[in-house]
């Protein structure tokens, strides 16, 4: 089975702190993707890489960067937290079509 | 017009029902077509993956695509409590290095027992 495991499953953070979320997947899938989720706006693309060292913006990349240096892992990384960023945050990966989620990160800025 | 509608719901059925749930869409280079099952807090699930046209079945699942509608659908035989959950469609044009899924808002089902 296909694995996606984001680091944390709950966290707080303090606004204007820098905030990294980490994301292992197993089955050397070549693309990776970070999406938010909202109720009522569903999921949102923030980036998505399709390569080591590669990255693209997605639909709503302002106040995010990532980093992927390693196939296996893509990390998303709040350059300065702000109350607006607190959501569901959910790393996929996938191969040839079908993508796998983990199981999401719930991130609170206070 | 939204790329994607889904009747968010709330929809609500006693067991054993059919239920279905159903996704507009208007891009019609789409052709790779999911449902994805996301329980409260956890993250979504793949169901169904269906490639252009026509009807997957799985178990009490099926998938049906209808690209001359722009309409899919997933339809569950004998629903149960534990297929209380959000169920949400995704759609792909590519299967190439520009991949992006483009989702529904979901629907949220309850299985009253």
């Known amino acids: 089975d296909v694995k996606v495991t984001q680091s944390s499953r709950y966290l707080v953070k303090r606004t204007g702190e820098k905030v990294f979320l980490e994301c292992v997947q197993d089955m050397d899938h070549e693309n990776m993707f970070w999406y938010r989720q909202d109720p009522g706006l569903g999921l949102r693309l923030i980036y998505f890489s399709y390569d080591v060292k590669m990255k693209e913006k997605g639909d709503i990349p302002e106040g995010y960067s990532v980093s992927r240096e390693k196939k296996e892992r893509f990390s998303l990384i709040l350059e300065s937290a702000s109350t607006n960023q607190t959501s569901m945050y959910l790393c996929a990966s996938r191969k040839i079509t079908e993508a796998f989620f983990g199981q999401g990160t719930r991130l609170t800025v206070v | 017009q939204k790329e994607v509608e889904q009747d968010p719901g709330p929809l609500s059925v006693p067991e054993g029902a059919i239920v279905s749930l159903n996704c507009t869409y208007s891009?019609?280079?789409?052709?790779?077509f999911m449902w994805y099952r996301q329980y409260s807090r956890k993250g979504p699930e793949l169901l169904m993956y269906?490639?252009?046209?026509g009807n997957k079945e799985d178990g009490r699942f099926t998938a049906q695509v209808d690209k001359s509608s722009k309409y899919i659908s997933l339809f569950i035989r004998d629903s149960q409590p534990s297929d209380s959950a959000t169920y949400l469609c995704a759609m792909a044009d590519s299967g190439g290095s520009n991949y992006k899924l483009t989702f529904g808002k979901g629907t949220l089902l309850t299985v009253n027992p």
């Open positions: 891009n019609s280079a789409f052709q790779y």
């Open positions: 269906t490639y252009s046209s």
